[in-house]
């Protein structure tokens, strides 16, 4: 799987040499829900998750090639803090950690489908060191 940073995501078939195109639709819900693809992660049985720029996280099921979309709600502070994602990890316990451009990191529970915001505070030499975060391990 390709990630794009206008073009959404592709799968190359190795045997054919041929791909796959998943572009983005924000008016089907089981489409990819923004251009800009930024991470990939294998989530295990089959689905991967997706980091996008604006369009929050997707979990993409290889069986069904649908998305399933989660997304900030500035009214919700049990979502994302941002839509504007840059890169997600699968931890051993099975947490999603996600990391944004401007609003520091999530760590999301797929089994609730609620998020942990971990902001960054300059005031706070303890806290969170940017609110972008680019990469995780």
């Given amino acids: ?77 049990q979502t994302l803090s941002s839509n504007k994602l840059m890169t997600v990890h699968k931890a051993s316990d099975g947490l999603i950690w996600v990391g944004t451009w401007g609003a520091g990191l999530n760590i999301f529970n797929p089994t609730t489908g609620t998020a942990m915001r971990i902001p960054s505070n300059p005031d706070d030499p303890k806290s969170l060191g940017s609110k972008e975060v680019w990469s995780i391990y």
């Fill in 1 to 77: 799987y390709i990630g794009y940073q206008d073009k959404g995501m592709s799968k190359l078939d190795t045997r054919t040499m041929q791909f796959t195109h998943y572009p983005s639709d924000k008016s089907n819900p089981d489409a990819l829900s923004a251009q800009g693809v930024t991470s990939i992660e294998p989530a295990g049985n089959n689905k991967l998750w997706i980091t996008t720029f604006g369009g929050g996280l997707n979990l993409f099921d290889t069986k069904t090639e649908t998305f399933t979309r989660y997304l900030s709600d500035e009214k919700d502070l």
